[in-house]
């Protein structure tokens, strides 16, 4: 089973992820980890996409691509994946298309966001409050028409986020099972 996770950030994405993977036997895959792994890499690939991260900017569509296209070649994922933090762009949706089985929006209010990353203790660079901000205002703006590109293709599973962890959890496997 190949699914992927779309929702804010501070959504529940990776509780999400790691709970279906636990149940589904399937690994779970964040983009974000993916870039943030390779930032930390003293190359100038890793370099550039550290500023890019820290500022709170989308990795371009052609780069995004073969990252996690490559990524997604390892054995470890052959039997399937649960993918969080991409396609966030209708370009890579559309290079992406026939790989998703299911996508599922845990969908949360920006205000509900807000309080949740605030809430949380973090050392990630790239939590600043105007880089969430940032990446707030790209979603609504770059990844909202992949929501309605899946949507319009049969493969958009919605769920109300603003639930406890269980009860998302509960309707996403209701989903995934009908």
Do not use: C
């Not at 994922?77 to 762009?89: A, E, M, N, Q, V």
């Amino acid at each position: 089973m190949k699914l992927v996770l779309i929702g804010i950030q501070g959504a529940g994405k990776s509780t999400q992820g790691n709970m279906l993977s636990a149940e589904l036997g399937i690994p779970y895959l964040s983009s974000g980890h993916v870039f943030r792994e390779m930032a930390k890499e003293k190359t100038k690939l890793g370099r550039w996409l550290k500023e890019t991260l820290n500022a709170g900017i989308l990795i371009p569509d052609d780069t995004t691509l073969e990252i996690i296209l490559t990524y997604l070649k390892r054995p470890e994922y052959s039997k399937g994946y649960i993918l969080d933090g991409f396609p966030r762009t209708v370009p890579q949706a559309e290079a992406f298309a026939d790989e998703a089985e299911k996508v599922i929006l845990i969908d949360v209010s920006d205000r509900e966001a807000l309080w949740r990353i605030s809430g949380r203790v973090s050392d990630r660079e790239d939590e600043t409050l105007n880089a969430i901000r940032k990446r707030i205002e790209l979603f609504h703006e770059k990844t909202e028409p992949v929501i309605e590109y899946y949507r319009q293709h049969g493969k958009l599973i919605d769920v109300n986020g603003e639930q406890d962890v269980e009860g998302v959890f509960a309707d996403i496997m209701k989903h995934i099972k009908a």
